[in-house]
């Protein structure tokens, strides 16, 4: 009942009911993969924010939770993360417990209305019991406002080789990067990006992280920003370079998307989780978020996708895919023998029990294509591939309900970014969303869409069947249990 009504994602999470917005707090601790996130409990459009909170120990089961931090007389609690302080250097941990420290922004409405520019400061509560319940500090706010309005969304890493904190703050136009021994006290190091990369909105919600590549460590920012994305309204971009405690440096001045799609924004990644990195994101726009024709709920998250460097002619470039535990839900897999027909519904033979399914492939010599989703009344839903651009695709604008707002329709472009010899494409698709990777997870696109009945078939048209490897299908199992 409540996860079965239309558009009612079935391997992604959404809330029972209300909206969201960003992911927030995503840290791993005993066992638990935490995902908090901006919620409004009181209606299905944006409003006073509190922390929302779900768990998970397999990254694709979800259990929603009591709503974790409320909003105070220092105001409404905005973006920010959550750390495990194992050494307890906060003095938040009591008897031996280990605390999570949350970071976050206080965001002042009363200083808003009142046309000040310090009424975002940053903030911290602690967990003494796995995350379930919080208290806030009593000092807060740790870090104050030095006069920037748009001053907000702290991630916050241990830098082991200098033993302390960094947070990484979106400040406006740029990111400040902070230091810390304890959490409490907080020192400017550096400043990155006033002039470098997108620029068309502000930047929010950013995140630091090294990442190895042939043995060697290089380090990403992401930097989400809204408007300003390569489809309009708001996107994810990244940098890679070097961190050495103090300042970040890239490697060059590009502008880079990791999802060049409409519908994944405030993207970051989950702390603690050892080496490897994965990430996820909001699945909306804030050109529409608000406008989405969903009834209960409003807005999903992305699917959680493992992030790796890969080395693209000179530069080192960030790769998605979905992340490994993603296969738990493979029902049923098809593969698709010798070649792929013209004109044959490829999922025909898909036991139709399976609404939320995945198409694989690979591809020689470069073709363009045309994958076209459809359902009963003849929407579509289309994601291709043109040759002659080099520009993957995705069209949505017969794919359903489209004219709740103007810019929905519009046909979402991302650049060609490597072209090896053979290449994958994967994309996953559910109620309401469809996710494509491309080249390894070097070009990936978030969409949603709003069909009035599932897209039932898929087709695929392309120049010379021959040209497609091993194309399979499989269905994949709701996480709701129908
Ligand atoms: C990004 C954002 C953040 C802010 C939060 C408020 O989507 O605007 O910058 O902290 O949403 O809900």
Same mark, same amino acid.
């Given at each position: ?90 003095? &938040?941990?009591? %008897?031996?417990?280990?605390? *999570? ?7 002042? @409405? =009363? $200083?808003?209305? !009142? ?97 190895? &590549?042939?043995? %060697?460590?290089?380090?990403? *920012? ?7 994305? @390569? =489809? $309009?309204?708001? !996107? ?97 897999? &098809?593969?698709? %023998? ?145």
């Amino acid at each position: 009942e409540t996860y079965r009504d239309q558009y009612r994602p079935q391997i992604h999470f959404s809330p029972a009911a209300h909206w969201i917005n960003d992911p927030n707090g995503m840290v791993y601790f005993n066992h638990t993969y935490h995902l908090f996130f901006q919620y409004y409990p009181d209606a299905t459009v944006w409003g006073p924010m509190h922390w929302g909170h779900a768990t998970s120990t397999d990254l694709v089961h979800w259990k929603e939770l009591p709503i974790a931090l409320y909003p105070d007389s220092l105001g409404y609690i905005f973006s920010g993360s959550a750390v495990v302080d194992s050494n307890n250097t906060s003095g &938040l941990g009591k %008897k031996g417990k280990i605390p *999570l420290v949350a970071i976050f922004t206080h965001h002042n @409405p =009363n $200083g808003e209305k !009142a046309g000040t520019n310090n009424y975002q400061n940053q903030s911290l509560a602690y967990s003494l019991d796995n995350g379930i319940t919080w208290t806030k500090y009593a000092g807060n706010p740790v870090l104050n406002n030095p006069g920037i309005k748009d001053f907000r969304d702290p991630k916050v890493m241990w830098y082991a080789r200098q033993k302390k904190w960094i947070m990484t703050l979106a400040t406006k136009d740029r990111i400040t990067f902070y230091s810390s021994p304890n959490l409490k006290k907080w020192k400017k190091e550096s400043e990155f990006g006033a002039t470098i990369g997108a620029h068309g909105g502000v930047w929010e919600c950013p995140d630091l992280f090294p990442l190895k &590549l042939n043995g %060697k460590t290089h380090w990403v *920012l992401i930097v989400n920003i809204n408007p300003g994305g @390569p =489809n $309009g309204g708001s !996107a994810t971009q990244y940098f890679t370079g070097d961190f050495n405690g103090s300042k970040f440096t890239p490697r060059d001045t590009k502008t880079r998307w990791l999802d060049y799609g409409p519908d994944e924004y405030a993207g970051i990644t989950w702390g603690n989780t050892g080496s490897r990195k994965i990430f996820l994101g909001w699945m909306s726009n804030w050109e529409y978020a608000n406008q989405v024709p969903t009834e209960k709920w409003r807005n999903a998250m992305t699917i959680p996708r493992e992030l790796s460097l890969k080395a693209v002619n000179n530069e080192v470039l960030l790769a998605s895919a979905p992340a490994k535990e993603l296969n738990a839900l493979t029902a049923k897999t &098809l593969v698709l %023998k010798p070649t792929v027909k013209a004109g044959q519904d490829i999922l025909a033979n898909l036991n139709k029990q399976y609404k939320q399914y995945r198409f694989d492939a690979k591809l020689r010599n470069k073709p363009g294509f045309r994958i076209k989703l459809s359902n009963d009344e003849g929407e579509t839903m289309v994601i291709g591939y043109d040759n002659k651009t080099g520009n993957y695709y995705i069209d949505r604008s017969a794919s359903g309900k489209t004219d709740f707002n103007p810019n929905f329709a519009k046909t979402a472009y991302a650049p060609r970014l490597a072209f090896p010899k053979t290449s994958d494409i994967h994309l996953i698709i559910d109620a309401s969303s469809i996710e494509f990777f491309a080249d390894g997870g070097l070009t990936t696109m978030t969409a949603v869409c709003f069909p009035h009945k599932p897209y039932t078939h898929l087709y695929i048209e392309i120049l010379k069947v021959s040209d497609i490897v091993q194309p399979s299908v499989s269905g994949l199992v709701s996480i709701h249990g129908n």
